[in-house]
């Protein structure tokens, strides 16, 4: 009997996927794909607006308008880019309630780390909670700079070479000159790089590429990966901040 | 030594458990864990109260049959070991202990510590063996074997499908249970012919019985007897999606 | 009773291919419709289950156990045997043979014995097939080590754990027929009675150790793999679950029980450390090839760090009094040693009833990491159990019990003298004689369940009239009845009862360790006899059950067993008696040479001795297997 002869069952996560994705094996591999494709958004994302740290507004105006001005292509990469989370998303909550399903009775002592091979850390055992920060943040981000004030609310700058483009930057600048939103910013990073700590490793694991020899050094590179994203991210609100307060 | 234990009850599969409280004062440090609660019951059976039902057979660790969760660890606090070669010098006097059952969908309470586990039989007849005949084969030696894949196979060979992946696991997966035999037969020649059906068919069988997923914490290999590696469970991750995609 | 060993005529080695020609086959459309009951799924008893569903019968197993993977065959450590010739060491078939036959110390059917060492091979063969990890050598090969009784290397291992190894191939084998619905899984299941029509087995009464549930089923032949009866010393190297009953409720049908007495005592466990001591754990006998066994020379040395004892004061009494097989002697002879140098006063540890296995030189000789490769796993179960390191101080070992050659007879085609009655592994008493060597148990199991049984009972089915039989059938109701009967007395007297079942299994164990144990006396037997008498009044009177029988209650379940080891043990003590020479495990001190070795008596009891049931309070009939040894001569046994 050959594997493509015996019947996958198709029991789990969402029931639109190719029944690959509807087992066990196949949810994680959704959530490895998908959030490999994030991490690899989100280090482009970084680098982008590292432009920030210039001492002047052009370069990330300009960055901002190229982009802004990829057409259809913009369109394609937001479609694409909600597909990512979404699915990432969806799988994650479809796989908690999987976890609650299989323990309906939970143990009343709280279970306790055995160490050794254990990758049980905060990390690792509140994915959910991360990915949920993570969540309500990517929200919250997307509200403030995407569909926040552009062109008609005046916040209007004008490129090199006079083409008027939305002042994306200013728009920065403010949100990071109140202290609240630069906790908020700084505090999501920290979660991001939790998540990603854990989920760097867990990839691996995920697409059968672990091999034991690796495992140690790998969850070690998770967690420089994951620290690498956070202080990249978190120096940014900070910079801004103690720029608007003149230091 | 003095134990203060904290011990779930529970009558039958129907019925709500709770936990009680009982204490010891005359423990030995050289007892395993199963002769404390031997000792236990012995006292209990005298008071009129009905003793604590619990699984174990060898008490050497290889059968697979005892296995409890002791202060919120899968067989005790000890790494490497089941219940029954866990000894009470690990424990200190005057300890309070919690022992409770395994918990998981799949692994339904029978009485008090005692769980149902033949959802890993099922997992096992599902796929995990070799369909060779009994008698005519060729001489053992015609099919060799490289030492480094025996002795790997054989690593993966030694679970002892007590639970304990399962129970360990914060979402009561069994992954460990089921990629051991996965990955002991897909290293050995004579696992090749079946490997993609075996990989597919088990795996389905473990999603079928309710377990959880694989969320790659590692706790059951941190809980596993047997010290099986978690490699077992990627192998077994690249043999599914490879044979899915056949 | 008729004892008819049924061996087939002929040349030794040309038996079982001429009787395999010469058995009846059952036609391969019928056997669907014969069902066969497997009771047990240790190696015996999953081997067959799997080898006759997949032949096409109809097949039932049964087990104590939630699964059939947790048989105590998986405890077997060492190996298993195989007259492989691999080594190049001039093992063969004969070899085999002949090392069974004398380690068993002659008391063994020469017909089972020769076939037994001929199928060895075909056992490492299937496994391979089925992909037991055996241990391999750099090319790929399979790799052998020595054990006790031979002076060949034919064990097959892997590591420690062969036996889990074996069980897993043969369970997963057994799986496999579940899957394909040849093979239908009764698990936690417990037989409590054998129910017999016209004469011939044709069914079993259960009780469903979850629900407390008695249930009738019925077959066309009944196989018991149920193992030995070792716990009936309570403490043994045996685990827990195992016991007399399946095979003792035959003996009580009218099933013969052969040779009792004959108990092997493993040499090399860990010694008891205290009362509340529940098993004693198992040191593979493997680990006698590289660890020397030593006491002191003096008695003032005994308490002393071992370590701080010098070479000349130490005595390696295995090389000294055993020059050529050293600390490979059999079980029984290296047993009898180690009692005897503790009984001098010797012995070592807290107890004084203990030797060291000394690992020193090998450790010295190889270094750390090769002893550990070979033995790791029993090392750290040894550090596990008594808090020390064996890498740094010897071990220190006692005998304990380990397994039991007696068993129900069985006739060569591994039938009891009930027809359609069978019994496979260790629960029959065929191929082992008076004293098992090591490795060869894994042998056995396998060889009944894959090799023999298979053809033996189709012979049966197919040369045997079966009427069609359903559970209805009048003696299915009264074997019901008389285990709800049995069931009930034993929870009316319960719930009165002072006595806590253990009490009295400790009891039962304490008794039969000192009397019925590594050496038996005409005086220790006979009271011991009577002992067993006033005991089981007792117990019949005192015990105490908590619980109720519709449930799972496992002190219920002990006291049924300890009831029949109530009455085993006086059928043991009787047998030990009856028997009055020492051959192999049974060492009668009225009956040694000078030197203190075993004597056995040739022209009184060179037979087999099986006993017939007459009633609890009944004095059993012996009835005797005359063994004659047409290719062997009789020789006292050597090892010096």
Redesign the interface.
């Known amino acids: 009997m050959s594997a493509s002869s015996s019947k996958l069952s198709a029991s789990r996560g969402l029931s639109i996927l190719p029944a690959l994705f509807r087992t066990s094996v196949g949810q994680k591999l959704l959530t490895a794909l998908t959030g490999v494709a994030l991490v690899g958004f989100i280090v482009m994302h970084l680098l982008g607006n590292l432009t920030l740290l210039a001492p002047d507004a052009g370069p990330f105006n300009l960055y901002a308008h190229k982009l802004d001005s990829l057409g259809p292509l913009k369109i394609l990469a937001e479609v694409g880019l909600v597909a990512l989370f979404g699915l990432h998303i969806l799988n994650g909550i479809l796989l908690k309630l999987d976890h609650k399903r299989a323990r309906p009775v939970s143990y009343g002592y709280a279970p306790k780390s055995k160490g050794g091979p254990s990758y049980s850390n905060a990390s690792s055992r509140n994915m959910i909670v991360s990915g949920s920060i993570l969540l309500f943040f990517l929200i919250l981000h997307i509200v403030q700079f995407r569909f926040g004030p552009s062109l008609s609310e005046g916040y209007t700058t004008l490129l090199d070479g006079g083409v008027e483009a939305r002042d994306l930057h200013r728009l920065i600048v403010e949100t990071f000159s109140n202290p609240a939103m630069v906790a908020i910013y700084v505090g999501t990073t920290l979660f991001l790089g939790s998540h990603v700590r854990h989920g760097f490793w867990s990839m691996f694991q995920s697409l059968g590429l672990m091999k034991q020899s690796r495992s140690r050094a790998l969850y070690a590179a998770g967690l420089v990966v994951g620290l690498v994203l956070a202080v990249g991210f978190l120096a940014l609100p900070i910079v801004l901040y103690f720029r608007s307060q003149g230091v | 030594m003095k134990l203060n234990l904290e011990i779930?009850r529970q009558?039958?599969p129907k019925t709500q458990g709770e936990?009680k409280k009982y204490s010891l004062d005359d423990v030995?440090p050289?007892?395993?864990f199963?002769?404390m609660l031997?000792?236990l019951n012995?006292k209990?059976?005298?008071d009129?109260?009905?003793?604590v039902?619990f699984?174990?057979?060898?008490?050497?660790?290889?059968?697979?049959?005892c296995g409890v969760?002791i202060?919120?660890?899968?067989h005790g606090?000890?790494?490497?070991?089941a219940t029954c070669?866990l000894?009470m010098?690990h424990f200190e006097d005057g300890a309070t202990v919690?022992v409770?059952p395994w918990?998981?969908?799949?692994f339904p309470v029978?009485?008090d510590l005692?769980v149902?586990?033949?959802a890993?039989?099922r997992i096992?007849?599902?796929?995990?063996?070799?369909?060779?005949?009994?008698?005519g084969?060729?001489?053992?030696?015609a099919?060799?074997?490289?030492?480094q894949d025996?002795?790997k196979?054989?690593e993966y060979?030694?679970c002892?499908?007590c639970g304990a992946c399962a129970a360990?696991c914060?979402?009561?997966?069994a992954?460990l249970f089921t990629a051991a035999k996965i990955s002991?037969?897909s290293l050995?020649p004579?696992?090749q012919p079946?490997k993609?059906?075996r990989?597919?068919?088990m795996?389905?069988q473990?999603?079928?019985e309710?377990?959880?997923?694989?969320?790659?914490?590692?706790?059951c290999?941190?809980?596993c007897p047997k010290?099986i590696?978690?490699?077992a469970?990627?192998?077994?991750?690249?043999?599914?999606?490879k044979?899915?995609?056949? | 009773m008729n004892l008819d060993s049924k061996s087939p005529s002929g040349p030794l080695e040309q038996k079982w291919s001429k009787h395999k020609g010469e058995v009846k086959i059952v036609n391969p459309a019928n056997k669907r419709h014969h069902r066969i009951i497997v009771v047990g799924t240790g190696l015996a008893g999953a081997s067959a289950a799997a080898s006759l569903g997949e032949l096409g019968y109809e097949v039932h197993s049964f087990c104590i156990h939630e699964s059939g993977r947790r048989a105590h065959s998986i405890a077997a450590q060492g190996g298993i045997n195989a007259a492989k010739n691999y080594s190049n060491d001039g093992d063969s078939v004969y070899r085999l043979f002949y090392d069974t036959i004398k380690g068993g110390d002659f008391r063994s059917r020469e017909a089972n014995v020769h076939r037994l060492a001929e199928v060895s091979v075909n056992i490492i063969d299937q496994c391979a097939a089925q992909g037991v990890p055996f241990a391999r050598e750099y090319s790929g090969e399979l790799a052998n080590r020595s054990f006790g009784g031979t002076q060949v290397s034919r064990t097959f291992y892997a590591r420690g754990q062969t036996g889990q190894q074996l069980l897993l191939g043969a369970y997963q084998a057994m799986m496999r027929q579940v899957n394909e619905g040849r093979v239908k899984l009764f698990a936690r299941r417990e037989m409590l009675d054998l129910v017999m029509i016209n004469g011939k087995a044709r069914g079993i009464i259960t009780r469903n150790l979850e629900t407390g549930a008695i249930e009738r089923h019925s077959a066309d032949a009944v196989v018991l793999a149920t193992g030995g009866y070792g716990r009936i010393f309570y403490l043994s190297t045996n685990a827990m679950n195992s016991n007399c009953t399946a095979i003792f409720r035959a003996y009580k049908r009218g099933a013969a029980f052969a040779n009792p007495c004959f108990t092997q005592i493993h040499p090399t466990c860990i010694p008891v450390s205290g009362g509340y001591q529940s098993k004693l754990t198992l040191m593979s006998e493997s680990l006698r090839n590289d660890g020397r066994v030593w006491v002191p020379k003096k008695k003032e040395d005994c308490k002393k760090n071992p370590n701080d004892i010098a070479d000349e004061d130490r005595d390696y009494y295995l090389e000294r009094r055993y020059p050529s097989f050293g600390n490979l002697v059999p079980r029984d002879v290296a047993s009898r040693a180690a009692k005897q140098v503790c009984d001098e006063g010797r012995g070592v540890g807290e107890s004084g009833l203990a030797v060291y296995l000394d690992f020193r030189d090998a450790i010295k000789r190889d270094g750390e990491p090769k002893v550990r490769e070979k033995y790791g796993n029993l090392f750290d179960m040894y550090h596990e159990i008594t808090d020390e390191n064996p890498y740094q101080v010897p071990m220190r070992i006692y005998p304990a019990v380990h397994y039991t050659m007696g068993g129900l007879w069985v006739d060569y085609n591994l039938m009891t003298t009930i027809p359609g009655l069978h019994a496979v592994g260790e629960a029959n008493f065929s191929d082992h004689g008076a004293n098992r060597l090591g490795a060869s148990a894994l042998m056995q199991g396998l060889a009944d369940g894959y090799f023999v049984l298979p053809y033996t009972i189709g012979h049966y089915i197919a040369s045997t009239k079966l009427d069609k039989v359903t559970t209805d059938a009048p003696e299915f109701a009264a074997a019901e009845a008389d285990v709800r009967a049995q069931i009930d007395g034993l929870m009316k007297i319960g719930s009165k009862g002072k006595k806590t079942v253990d009490e009295f299994y400790r009891e039962v164990g304490t008794m039969m360790w000192d009397n019925v144990g590594m050496s038996r006396t005409t005086k220790g037997l006979e009271e011991t006899i009577k002992n067993f008498q006033k005991l089981r009044a007792e117990f019949y009177e005192n015990v105490r059950i908590p619980g109720e029988s519709g449930e799972f209650n496992k002190q219920l379940e002990m006291a049924g067993r300890v009831a029949d080891f109530l009455e085993l043990g006086e059928l043991m003590a009787r047998d030990a008696l009856e028997r009055n020479e020492s051959c192999g495990g049974h060492f009668r001190e009225e009956m040694q040479t000078d030197e203190g070795e075993a004597k056995r008596d040739d022209d009184q009891f060179c037979h087999v001795s099986a006993w017939e049931y007459k009633g609890r309070e009944t004095a059993p009939v012996l009835h005797k297997e005359k063994l004659s040894f047409e290719s062997i001569h009789l020789a006292q046994r050597s090892y010096k």
């Open positions: 779930w009558k039958n936990f030995s050289n007892m395993s199963l002769e031997d000792h012995e209990l059976i005298r009129g109260i009905e003793p039902e699984d174990s057979d060898c008490r050497e660790g290889i059968c697979g049959s969760i202060n919120g660890q899968a606090p000890k790494v490497g070991v070669q000894y010098r919690v409770e918990r998981a969908k799949a029978v009485k005692v149902n586990r033949s890993y039989d096992i007849q599902a796929g995990g063996y070799v369909s060779t005949k009994t008698g084969h060729p001489d053992a030696n099919i060799l074997v490289p030492k025996a002795d196979a054989f060979a030694t002892i499908g360990a914060p979402n009561a997966s992954s002991h037969l050995m004579q696992g079946e993609d059906a990989v597919v068919n795996v389905n473990m999603d079928m309710g377990f959880g997923n694989c969320s790659n914490i590692g706790e290999s941190a809980a010290q590696p978690l490699e469970i990627a192998s077994m991750k690249s043999d599914y999606i044979a899915s995609l056949k």
